[in-house]
């Protein structure tokens, strides 16, 4: 059964900076391709970044910049690094990972307010 368990959202004021991590289990990681996806309410959700299985990484304009998506395959983890966060960053943040078959995580809190 593949897992993702994401962790590090949370409350952070504008230009503030998290690390978003996700955990996977059940499958084959370092064969994975990984990638983030948010969803902010009432919006539908949308890419943020990923990253290959070679490592090769791609962003969304919106985040260019200030988005660091990074893997560690001895740890089967994912990371976010998020920098000059700002309030239209709001959202639940969804890990992803695509090796069989398309899995997501269970989400976690961005919120970017003063």
């Known amino acids: 059964q593949v897992q993702l368990v994401e962790s590090g959202g949370g409350l952070v004021q504008p230009g503030g900076s998290l690390r978003l991590s996700c955990e996977a289990s059940?499958?084959?990681?370092?064969?994975?391709?990984m990638g983030w996806f948010r969803q902010a309410p009432g919006k539908q959700r949308e890419l943020v970044a990923t990253?290959?299985?070679?490592?090769?990484?791609n962003y969304e304009d919106f985040v260019k910049g200030r988005f660091t998506i990074s893997r560690d395959n001895a740890k089967n983890t994912v990371y976010l690094e998020m920098n000059n966060l700002k309030p239209e960053d709001t959202a639940v943040y969804f890990c992803?990972?695509?090796?069989?078959?398309?899995?997501w995580g269970q989400g976690t809190q961005v919120t970017v307010s003063s």
């Open positions: 992803h990972a695509y090796w069989d078959s398309d899995y």
């Open positions: 059940g499958l084959i990681f370092s064969i994975s391709s």
């Open positions: 990253i290959s299985s070679l490592y090769y990484t």
